[in-house]
Structures are given as C-alpha cells and as structure tokens.
C-alpha cells in the first residue's frame, strides 16, 4: 500500500512540474496523454471565423488538466461543454499559468485571443485583474471575459461566477465529525483569505453541530498549487492527531498523506474515490459541475442574449454538489448528510445562522441571524474551534 501510494505522489509531482512551464495550449477534442501534463505545441494563431464556423472559447488554467484536484475539475467542465455544444465552438486552453503574476495572465489571455478565443475564460482567482484590465482597456471590447471565483464585472464584457461550496463544506463537516475518534480534524489551507476562510468555517460548523467537542487545525500552504507543500502540510496536522484531514488546496496530496498514515480523507474539487491507494481512507469530497454555469452562459453568448452577471451556484441547481459517500462513511453520518442536504437544497437551512462566533469571542451571527451572501463574503476570521495562525 505504501509503495502504491509513494508512486501516486510521484505522479502528481511530475505534473506540477510539467505544468509549470505554461506554454502549450491544448483542444477538448484531443485532451492531452495522462502522463503528459500538456500538448506537444502551441496551436498556429487561428484565422478570422467565417460565418458558421466555431466560436473559439479559450481557457486559462493554473495547473495540469490531470493533477488530480482543482484544473482537473475544472477541465472537465471545459471538455463537457465542447460535448454539449458540438459543432458551434471549439475550446483551447493554456495550462500551469502563474496566478500571482499579473503579465502571465495578461500574456496568456492574448495568446488564446490571437488563436482566434472571442470568449476568454481565466479559472484561477490571480487571473482576475488581469483580465478585467483587457477588458476595461477599450482594445478587446469584441471579447467576452468570464472569471472564476473574483468579484470584477461591467456591463459589456466581463462576468464572473462562483458557487455556494460553504453548503458541500458544511456537510462534509458532519461526516467527519462523526468519523473522528480523536476529535481532531486538520485543515490543509492554501491562503488566510476569504473564500478559504469560508470553506474552514463551514466544515468545522458542520462538525461542531454534531460533534461539540471537535477542533479543526489549520495548516496554510500559501499556495495555491503546491503538491510537496500540501502532503507536507497533511503530514504535520497528522503528527498532532488529526485523524481526519481535508483540504482547499489544489492536488490529492493531502488525501495521499491521510492515506498512508491509516486516516480518513475528505477531498476537494474531484470525487478521486477510485484513485488507488485510497480505498480505505476517501470519504467523499465537496466538488463542482462547471459545465451547469458554462453551458447555458455560452449558449447564451452565442445566442447574443448574455449580459454580465455575477453568478453564484447552490446545490439546489446542482453546481456545486458533495460527491458520492463512499463505503468508509457510517450509515449514521449518511443518514444525517441527507437530512441536512435536503435543508439546504430546499432554502429552510442556511449553513451560517446563529448564534456563531470567531475564535477571537467576537460575534459573526447573532442568534437566528442567517448570513447572506455579501455577509458571507465579508468574513475575515476563523470561528470558535478552529486553531489556524493569523
């Protein structure tokens, strides 16, 4: 099993590196080897479309369309988006873009628009003001500029979209506050930022509910994409006794150190339930459906009938979801899962109602306060029963 899981690391090693270099673009119709982390070469510049021809939608992705986490899934959306709409657009993408480098994404938005991209997709927070820039700028006013998870819209060009994952978050919490012997939970976190915070509130809120006594520790990465760090990350929550780790993080190393040290694992992004190594350990995951968002937003593109929109995903439309609960999950974790899914599907739980406070004593949600959207996006700080460093 060990050895299993040390080639299964090495595996994800080899594509960080190959996604670093960023370069080649690739087709949906052709998606590249499992082994390769991206196509051979760039694609020449396209000529201008001809009436009829495909619309070109071009995407940037901060990994490897096969690391196993975050670019995977969101890869996914982009190939089952080509599959809906045959025939009317063709995709390219360019993979392992730096997000903390503005002129990467500037660079890498003009590559696909100069191969004939009249719709530019950036999939990674860090992609977000340089895009906005272009599409501000007045010179790419006949591009159509999506981006994923930031805030910037205007009402030509520039839209973005998210999802509601506190919900998935906040159920798998409930699994793993049933699970845990130990009553410690590790948190493997890329940044102390909002969107992060989010995520470590649900999961330990929906924990607490059925488990008063458990903590959640954090262990930041402060990286997005950093396979060595996130194992290492999972390796020192399990040295303080976590028995059960989870992740917002973009690769399966976390789920790999749980793995490896007989833990149970909560995933992220993709359901890796058949990833080898994991039979044991893999609980399930809070993942996403890109293609619900991508698919009518495109259409309605090519219809001419879009208009920006800041669009936020619940598990009501389906697109976020918690992926299927694997054997290793008890049929009471199960039966309290549905129970509260059907809540939150339904509009009569809000994930964040009070009374909740931070971990500092001040108050997030008074008493039968239900946070909403715009509040949830204000939280700044970890609750009450989450150990994570300032």
Not at 46 to 66: K, L, M, R
Not at 274 to 297: Q, R, S
Not at 336 to 355: C, D, H, L, W, Y
């Amino acid at each position: 099993m060990k050895k299993i899981l040390l080639i299964a690391l090495a595996a994800i090693m080899v594509l960080a590196l190959s996604a670093c270099g960023g370069k080649d673009a690739g087709s949906a119709a052709t998606p590249p080897p499992a082994d390769s982390g991206s196509n051979a070469a760039a694609q020449e510049p396209a000529a201008e479309p001809e009436s009829g021809d495909p619309v070109t939608v071009g995407f940037i992705y901060i990994g490897a369309v096969n690391d196993g986490g975050y670019t995977q899934t969101q890869h996914n959306g982009t190939v089952a988006l080509q599959e809906a709409l045959a025939g009317k657009i063709k995709t390219v993408w360019l993979e392992g873009i730096d997000d903390t480098n503005t002129q990467a994404a500037t660079d890498a938005a003009k590559q696909l628009i100069d191969q004939g991209a009249t719709i530019v997709i950036g999939t990674s927070f860090g992609f977000g003001d340089a895009l906005f820039a272009l599409a501000e700028s007045g010179d790419y006013d006949d591009i159509t500029f999506l981006h994923f998870s930031g805030s910037n819209i205007n009402d030509k060009n520039f839209g973005n979209y998210f999802g509601a994952m506190e919900e998935p978050r906040y159920l798998s919490g409930i699994i793993a506050g049933l699970q845990t012997k130990t009553n410690k939970l590790g948190y493997v976190a890329a940044y102390p930022y909002t969107e992060v915070k989010i995520g470590i509130n649900a999961f330990a809120l929906g924990a607490q509910s059925v488990n008063p006594d458990v903590v959640v520790n954090v262990v930041y990465t402060n990286s997005w994409y950093d396979p060595a760090g996130e194992k290492q990350a999972a390796e020192a929550l399990l040295s303080q006794g976590c028995d059960v780790i989870t992740q917002h993080a973009d690769t399966a190393g976390p789920q790999l150190a749980a793995a490896d040290a007989g833990a149970f694992t909560v995933g992220y992004n993709l359901d890796n339930s058949g990833l080898e190594g994991l039979e044991d350990a893999f609980l399930t995951a809070p993942i996403w459906h890109h293609d619900v968002y991508l698919k009518p937003t495109i259409q309605a593109i090519l219809d001419g009938t879009w208009t920006p929109e800041s669009y936020y995903g619940t598990l009501a439309d389906g697109y976020i979801d918690l992926a299927p609960l694997t054997k290793n999950v008890t049929e009471e974790a199960k039966a309290k899962v549905e129970e509260v899914r059907a809540q939150i599907q339904s509009g009569a739980f809000n994930v964040f109602t009070g009374p909740i406070e931070y971990a500092d004593g001040t108050v997030l949600a008074e008493d039968g306060q239900k946070l909403d959207r715009g509040q949830i996006w204000s939280i700044d700080k970890v609750v009450k029963g989450v150990n994570a460093p300032e």
